[in-house]
């Protein structure tokens, strides 16, 4: 199995640990010290040794910071943990605060005083966080005070050692590119930024430019280490040699110098005490970077990641690779939903339904000889009330029994080596209530809003998010999360910079794959979500327009439950566009099926009545 389920997180843990942080700090003159949700690379996933934050509090979700001062404590997460927050921690020992309305730089100019000295590990902290931070310090007089050793690895006696597991080579066949000419291409862009050497610190940007992947976090394929590109080609690459195969090695020699990551620091002190300019993406680099360029006598050039932007728009090898991959997951999760339906409500817990898709998943990847390499993310199985928690992680502590008159929401995806899947789907068990049916109606509506789309060219996500909310709002509705997040090619199914929500300032170019999930959740009694994935299409001239648009291709296929919704509450053009993409579910991953799971597809594909009046 690739997804255990141990507890989630032990809220008793908190107690002692921060008394044992409170200690170090004292005997060290520091009033507080901050522990970010992070490691040196501010990815989603982290090994772990590096889950401070949850050996600290308890919480185990993949965003969130916590601040211990000598006599309080907080826990800073956003709207996506609030419920699963409150079981995860002792409450007697944080309180919980707001990620988004009242995140830490804001916090501190109302709770931390004139003289106050917080202590942070630089190496945990983007250079834009700590310049938020410093901000906030320098209005109420409080000192930040970077620190050479982090306090949470003095006192994890038990830490795990820093993971060694194999780098793989990515097939050009998937690539579409070859290394040495994406290099090419960022070399271009660095010097084009005015700068000698760019660092990647996002293992995902290693992973693409040199066509590699790895296994150091769950879900993503990434090996952990740092990249300095130059502008004149002669790259370096600092990784632990212990991963390299023979044959990998020789590989990436051909590529760059290669070097162990105790040799890191040296390597950029030694380049800035030479006049380097070197680039910094300020979102994504440790603020310790910017301070060992700085202390050296170097210039930090502030410029995006180079690779960010090519690695999310997917080239025609990356996109037949995804299409490949969700055709082979549709029809594992196809099979599914059919023996899902076939069970007797209060027969099945929510594990059982995860265990029972993973073997789906590598059963159909064996018969496509196309093997399932591992989740793309722990799949959120919740039932009843656990569906309201938007991303439930479901353990033998909390599993529930799927029972009638329950909704049930499943998000789950699956790595390949040809393309990431995320998809998630919500159906009922037993008889589903009239609301239910309409806010499900409601969600699907925004769903269909953005799947529709057209935009000029320039759009970022940020102005159509409320696309897929407005269905929901003139009901009195709305969801704590975003629209649609990124999405890799066999690399993080959370992916940036693209995204579709309030937040995403970035342009929506062709190729970048996205997810399409509006979701609505009633804290207590259930959660609904309906989720796609999506890519976007080449800008077309509209027949009878002035502007060329550019649109989307739905990548995901399997049916949406039709038991759930309520065809009076669509307009016409939804349902064509609903019968349109279940008889496209139907050609592709029909002829992948047999027997009785093809008959219930045919079946869960069929068109719904039009009598819709507008």
């Known amino acids: 199995m690739f997804q255990t389920f141990d507890s989630a997180g032990d809220p008793s843990v908190g107690k002692p640990r921060v008394a044992l942080l409170r200690q170090w700090l004292a005997a060290n003159g520091l009033d507080g010290f901050l522990v970010p949700r992070a490691d040196e690379h501010q990815g989603e996933y982290v090994a772990d040794r590096s889950a401070r934050l949850k050996w600290l509090t308890g919480f185990s979700g993949s965003a969130g910071v916590a601040i211990v001062l000598r006599d309080r404590a907080f826990v800073f997460v956003d709207g996506r943990y609030t419920l699963q927050v409150r079981h995860e921690v002792d409450l007697n020992v944080f309180s919980i605060e707001s990620l988004v309305d009242n995140p830490p730089p804001l916090w501190l100019r109302e709770n931390v005083g004139k003289g106050a000295r917080l202590g942070f590990d630089p190496w945990l902290h983007t250079i834009s966080e700590v310049k938020a931070l410093q901000t906030s310090a320098d209005k109420t007089g409080a000192m930040l005070v970077p620190l050479d050793k982090n306090p949470i690895d003095i006192i994890w006696k038990d830490q795990p050692e820093p993971p060694v597991t194999p780098v793989e080579l990515h097939p050009i066949a998937f690539a579409g590119e070859l290394a040495k000419d994406k290099l090419a291409r960022l070399a271009a862009a660095i010097a ?7 660092v990647l610190t996002d293992p995902s940007s290693i992973a693409w430019a040199f066509n590699i992947r790895g296994g150091d976090v769950p879900h993503t394929p990434l090996a952990l280490g740092f990249a300095i590109l130059a502008a004149d080609g002669s790259h370096q690459l600092f990784m632990d040699s212990r991963k390299f195969s023979r044959m990998v090695a020789a590989y990436l020699t051909q590529l760059a110098e290669l070097h162990e990551p105790g040799e890191f620091e040296a390597a950029i002190a030694t380049l800035a005490r030479s006049g380097a300019r070197i680039a910094l993406d300020p979102v994504l680099a440790a603020d310790k970077l910017r301070m060992l360029v700085e202390g050296n006598g ?3 050039v502030a410029a995006v990641d180079p690779a960010r932007i090519p690695r999310a728009t997917k080239n025609q090898a990356e996109i037949a690779g995804s299409r490949a991959a969700h055709r082979r997951d549709g029809a594992a999760v196809a099979k599914l939903l059919c023996w899902l339906e076939r069970q007797k409500p209060g027969s099945l817990d929510e594990i059982d339904v995860v265990t029972r898709l993973e073997e789906m998943r590598r059963r159909t990847g064996e018969e496509t000889q196309m093997p399932l390499r591992d989740l793309s993310f722990d799949t959120i199985s919740g039932a009843g009330p656990n569906a309201a928690i938007m ?4 353990s033998r502590a909390t599993s529930r029994k799927l029972q009638a008159g329950e909704l049930f929401l499943l998000d789950s995806g699956g790595q390949y080596q040809d393309g990431t899947t995320d998809i998630t789907r919500t159906v009922p068990i037993g008889q589903p209530t009239e609301e239910m049916r309409e806010r499900f109606t409601l969600v699907l509506k925004g769903m269909i809003g953005i799947s529709t789309l ?12 409320a696309v897929a909310r407005m269905a929901l709002w003139k009901h009195g509705c709305d969801f704590a999360h975003g629209t649609g997040h990124g999405v890799g090619s066999y690399l993080a199914v959370h992916e940036g910079p693209q995204r579709i929500a309030r937040t995403g300032t970035e342009k929506l170019l062709e190729g970048m794959m996205l997810s399409n999930e509006p979701g609505y959740y009633k804290e207590g009694s259930y959660g609904i979500r309906i989720e796609n ?7 077309e001239a509209v027949k009878g327009g002035d502007i060329a648009m550019h649109g989307f291709e739905t990548l995901t296929l399997a049916p949406i439950d039709v038991r759930l919704v309520r065809a009076d509450l669509l307009k016409r053009d939804e349902l064509q566009w609903l019968d349109a993409y279940h008889a496209w579910v139907l050609a592709e991953i029909g002829p992948m099926l047999d027997g009785e799971t093809l008959a219930w597809l045919e079946k869960a594909t069929a068109p719904l009545p039009h009598d819709a009046k507008i």
């Open 533 to 539: 994935l999506i890519l976007v299409t080449p800008a």
């Open 454 to 465: 057209r935009f000029p060219p320039g759009t970022r996500g940020s102005e159509i998010d």
């Open 298 to 300: 170097g210039t930090v």
């Open 192 to 198: 084009k930024d005015g700068a000698t050497h760019a």
């Open 391 to 394: 991303h439930y992680r479901v």
